[in-house]
């Protein structure tokens, strides 16, 4: 009876050193991992987006392209997808279904483009599912197309509310459109995806 009581005695005080030295071991490799999250926190893409946001650079520049911001762009397919966020974990707030539909870029992250329609819907969207050829759509119907830039030049067509139409060259005040085999000028009043006072060539 002595003799099982010493090994009773001699397995728990054992088993109690083990304890304590596994309890010891987690407690250090707590410590380091706590300590290599300090020297290396996990960052969110929303945190990244704030910290590029603060680093000084031209307000009028995207951060990854260095291309204006905002500007306008297409979408390339039928469909796109704009999420909460710029990952493909985010979830999709909006999805964008008209190929050629004018788009305008607020914000760069990576592969992302933070987007908008006209009506201010929108979210990021990959950069492979934009196009750089510019587009507009007309936002008055029967917009009248005109064979010169002048309020009284001949009608050549006319446009519906809606409508997807090709940007050409721009003045300050009209645009020069193209789409369902017509072209000619516009108010830039009557499209939307150019800016009011651009000019292009």
């Known amino acids: 009876m002595m003799q099982l009581r010493a090994w009773l005695c001699a397995a728990l005080l054992a ?16 410590a380091t991992a706590t300590a290599e999250g300090a020297a290396a926190p996990e960052v969110s893409a929303d945190a990244e ?10 307000p009028g520049r995207g951060v990854v392209t260095n291309l204006p911001v ?3 762009v297409s979408l390339k397919g039928s469909e796109g997808n704009a999420r909460r966020g710029p990952s493909l974990s985010h979830r999709i707030d909006w999805v964008f279904r008209h190929s ?8 760069e992250f990576g592969q992302w483009r933070r987007v908008e329609d006209q009506d201010g819907f929108g979210g990021w969207v990959h950069y492979s599912l934009l196009s750089g050829v510019r587009t507009a759509i007309i936002l ?10 002048e309020e009284h030049a ?3 067509a006319r446009a519906e509310a809606g409508a997807i139409v090709r940007l050409n060259e721009c003045t300050p005040d009209w645009c020069r459109i193209s789409g ?5 000028w516009v108010p830039k009043t009557a499209i939307w995806g150019v800016d ?3 000019v292009r060539d």
Do not use: C, W
């Open 15 to 30: 088993s109690g050193l083990q304890f304590q030295a596994e309890a010891a071991l987690a407690q250090a490799e707590e």
């Open 49 to 58: 987006i704030s910290r590029h946001q603060a680093e000084p650079r031209d």
């Open 70 to 72: 905002p500007r306008y």
């Open 100 to 107: 050629g539909l004018p788009l305008r870029v607020v914000a």
């Open 140 to 149: 008055k119907d029967m917009t009248e197309v005109l064979n010169r830039p």
């Open 154 to 156: 001949n009608v050549m």
């Open 180 to 184: 369902g085999g017509e072209k000619g």
């Open 196 to 198: 009011p006072g651009e």
